[in-house]
C-alpha cells in the first residue's frame, strides 16, 4: 500500500521527523515500510500490511500508529459537511440482507456542475498509483485513502428508481461490471440493485450501467458496513480483487461510515458544487461492539519475560485509543472500533503492548530445558545413512518436484498400491499428479546432466511417493530411495571402474548388508525397464532393480535404476555379530567351469551348496570371462574355494580329494 | 694358498643379494676399496713364491675384470629401475569416487543438530494434509484474508498438499500433552513459481510448548540458533508482524554476514539486515484447537525457508538451479 507522507501529516501537523525516520519507526512497530522513495517534493511510502490490520489501510491508519510512536494528543481529522438540511429520506435504501449489510448511508446530491475539476486530488491519487478518471470518482478513491472507507457514487439517471435495496442475488443473476466483464452471480453473493437490476457486486465492484461519467449531475452516495466474509468470498469465486473489497474483506470501522459520506459531500461541494438533495442512515443487524478485555499485570510479565510497569501499559494502549481502566493489578480494555476485529483476547494486547515496548528492547533468554523431548523418528537415523552411504560410492543427491507429468506415472512402475493423486488445480499440466515412482524424476535428471556434456550419472534421491485408495478415501505416502547410474565415470588414467550392472548391485546389496539385511533378486517383467528384478527380503517385495527404458536418445548408454523402499529396513535390520575368523590357515582352490551363458550362477551356487563338504569355509565368482578361446555362446566362470577349520589345520591331502569329489560334481552337472 | 675361484663365487653371492645402491656399495667397498678384498690380494702377491706369481697375477686380474665388470653391470641396472619408480609429485591423484548431498538437506542436517543439542525432537506428518490441520486448527479459518498469502494446491476433497509444516504441530500437540519440543522439516507446496519462488520448498518448523515459556525464552532461541548457523558475530532484528498462529509475531532479520567493506553486498543488497524467519508466541486459539489450556501452557513457534538459506549460503542465486540437479553444482556441495 502506498501513503503519502504530506498527507499523513495533515493528520499530524505537530510531527516534526524526517520521513526516513517515520518510516523507520513504522516498520519496528509492524508496518513493514519496504521503500521510501522521493516523488517531487514528497514521499511515498510503501508499507506492507498484513492480513490482520485492515485499519491501517489509509493515511488515517498510518497517522494513528504514528500518533502512538511519538505520544502526540490527538488527530487533526479532515473537514467534513457539517450541516445537512436536506431531509431524511427512509425510503431511500432498504436493506434486504441485514446480515451481510449492518450498516448504510446514503446521500443524493444534485446539480453538480459538470466544468469543474479538483487538481489537487487528482495529483495526490496520481502519486499514489491511481489514474485519475474523473472527478467524482476520483473524490470517492480519495475519501478511501483517507480515511479507509471504500465509497461507491451512481449515477442517479441511470437507476431505474431512486431507491436501492442491498440484497443478495438471484442464482444466475449476472451484471456487467465497471471493467466490462459480465459476472454471473449466485444467492451467496450480496448485490446492490435497484427495482429492475444489479447496480454493484456489494462492496467489490459497480456495475457499468449505473457508472458515474463526465456527464454525470447527480450521484447517490453510498458508504456502508459489509460483512467481511461475504466480500471476501464473493471476491474470492470471483477471482476479483479491488481496492474496495481488500478493505472490506478485512473489516472496515463502523463508525467511519457516516463521517466518510459527509467527507466526500464537503469534497464535492467545495471543489465541484451541488446541492444535498436526500439522505438516510440505515442500519441492519449490529456490528458486534468491542469486547472487554482483562489482563494481569503479572500474567503479561511473565509472558513478556520481563516486567513492564502498569504505567507504561496504560500509556501505550491510550495512545492506540484503547479505553483502559485499572483496579490493582487488573487491567480492563476496550478496543476502538477500528480494532475490533483483529483484538478479540489478551494475546492480542499482549502484542499490542509488546511491539510499542519494543521486541528489540526485550532480553535474550535460552531456556533451560531438564532432560530431551520424546527423540527422533527412526527412519530419520536410517534416511541419513542412506544419504552418507550413497554419497561416499559416488552418487549426488537430487531432490525434484513432488509433481509429475501424467506420463511418468504411466510408464514407470509404481511399488505402492493406489491410483495416483491429481492436483485440482496444477501450474500446468506437466506438474499435475503426484509422483508414484523417483525414477522418473532421477533419469530426467540424468538426461539433464547428459544435455550439458556430462558422460555419466549417478543420482540418488529419498523422497516420498504418494496414492488414494478410493474405496477408504485413504492417502497414502510411502518414502522411497532410489538411484539411477550409467555411463563412464572419470579417465583411463583415474582407474575408475565401469558403472556396470554389477558394480550397480554391488552397491545396492552392500547397503543392505550393512543392516544386516540378505537380498533375493527376482527377475520379472516392471514397467519402465528394459529388464528388471524385484527386490525382496525374506519374501516380501520392497523394491525393483534393472536397466531402465530410456527415451531420451542423447543418453547413449544403458541406465540402471533401483528403488526401495526406506521404512522396510527398519522393518528387517537385524544387530550384526561378529563371526570370528578360523586361527588355522586355509586352503585355497581356484576351478573355472565353461558353461553355456544362459546358464545362471544360482544354478552353480545351488550345486555347490548341495555337494560342498562341511570344511568348505566359503567360496565365491572369482571372475567371468567369455571371448577369444571360449567358444561362442559360452562362458568361462572362475570360483575360488577356500578351506578351512575351526578346531584345526587341515591336511593339503585330505582337502585335494574332498574338493575333487566336489569338482566332479560340478563337472558331471555341466554336462548335463 | 689363496683359492680365487672361491673368491670369484664369494663375489657371486655378494652381488646377487644386492638389490639397491645402498648395497652395492656395500659391496663396493667390500671388494673395490683401498681396504677391499682385491686390494689386499695384489698386496698379497709379494708373499707368492716367484714361480707362482705369473698364474696368480693372471687369475687375480680376471678376478679383478670380473668383479669391476659385475658391479658395472649392476649398477646400471640399478639406476634404470630407480629412474623407472621416480614418482612424479606433480602428476594428479586419481580421482576419488564420492557424491556429494543436497545443499537443502545439509542445511536441513545443520538445523536438526543445533536443536537436537537443545534437547529438541523432530516431528513429521503427512504432505497430503487436510484443512482442518494446515489452515482451520492454524487460525485460520475458511476466507480468512491470511490464505491468500499461501496459494494453495488442492487434492481432492478437502485434501491439499500443506502449505507449511505448521500442520506437524498441530497433530503433535493433538498427540500429546507438553512439555513439547520439536523441530518439524520438511517439502511444502504453495502455487507460486518465479525466480523468488518455487512452487515446492522446504521448511523446518519450530515449536516450544511448556508452561512459563515467555517471549525472551523465543529470543534467546533463536539468537542462540541463528548465531550456530550463520556465525557468533551476527545480530538479530525483531520487527512485529502477523501470523494467524501466533501472537505476538515478528519477523527475524539477521544483520548480513557476508557484508564486507563498501562494495555493495549482493546478498543483502545494501541493507545490512536479511530478513531470515518468522516466530511468535503461539497463539491461544491455537493451543485451544489442540486441546491445551493457554491459561497453563504457553509457547513459542517458528519457520523458516530452508531453500532460501542453502541459498544465501552457497551463494546460489535462483531457486530453480536447487532443484536442476546439476553434478557440476551438487559436486561443490561437501
Ligand atoms: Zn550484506
Known sequence: MLVLWSWVREFLPSLKVSPEEAADKLTMVGLNVEEVSKVENDWVFDIEVTANRGDVMSHLGVARELMAIYGLDSLQMPIVIESMDAPIDKELVFIEDRFGCRRYKAIVVRDIPSDKNCSLIAERLEKLGFSSVNPLVDISNYVMLEVGQPLHFFDIRKLSNEKVIVRRAKDGEKTVSLDEVERELNSNDLVIADKEKVIAIAGIIGSASSEVDEETSSIFIESAWFDPILIRRTSKKLNLKTEASARFEKGTDPAIVSYAARRAVYLIKKFLGGNISRRVFVVGENVSPPKMIY???????????????????????????????TSGNLLTVVPPTYRRFDVEEKADLYEEILRFVGFDNLPYELPAFPGKDAGDPPVIKIRKRARTYFKSVGFYEAINYSFVDPTFNEKYISLIEGEEVELVNPLSNNNSRMRKSLLPGLLQNLSYNVRRGKLFGTIFEIGNVYSWKKSKNLFTEVELCAAVAGGKRGTPWDKIRDLDFYWFKGVIEKFFTDFGIELDFEESNVKGFRQAAFIRIEGEIVGVIGELEVADKRVHFPVWGAEFMLQKILEYAKQISVVLPSKFPAITFDYTVQHPKGVQWREIESVIERYKSKYLNTFFLYDRYEGKGVPSGMVNTTIRFVYQSKEGSLSKKDIEELHTLLIEKLDSWRKV | MIDIAELKEEFKRDIGLVDSIKRLNEVKHKWTSKTGILKNLSKKITSIPLEKRAEFGKLLNSLRDFVRGEIQEKEKVLKETQEREKIDFSLPGRKIVQGAIHPVTVVIYEIIEIFNSLGYSVAEGPE???????????????????????????????????????????????????????????????????????????????LVVDKGIAFTHLKGTLLYFLRELFGKGINLRFRPSYFPFTEPSAEVDISCPFCEGSNVCKVCGGANWIEILGAGMVDPRVLRNCAINPDNYSGFAFGLGVDRIAMIKYSIPNIRILFDNDIDVLSQIN
Open chain 1, 295 to 325: 489482563i494481569d499485570i503479572n500474567n503479561l510479565n511473565q509472558f513478556a519475560g520481563v516486567e513492564i510497569e502498569k504505567e507504561k501499559v496504560k500509556t501505550i494502549l491510550g495512545s492506540l485509543g484503547f479505553e483502559v481502566e
Open chain 2, 128 to 206: 497430503i494434509e487436510d484443512d482442518f490441520h494446515n489452515f482451520e486448527a492454524l487460525n485460520i479459518p475458511p476466507y480468512h484474508p491470511a490464505r491468500d498469502a499461501q496459494d494453495t494446491f488442492f487434492v481432492k476433497g478437502d485434501r491439499l498438499l500443506r502449505t507449511h509444516t505448521s500442520p506437524v504441530q498441530i497433530r503433535t500437540m493433538l498427540a500429546r500433552k507438553p512439555p513439547i519440543r520439536i523441530i518439524c522439516p520438511g517439502k511444502v507446496y504453495r502455487r507460486d513459481n518465479d525466480l523468488r519462488h518455487s512452487p515446492m520448498f522446504h521448511q523446518v518448523e519450530g
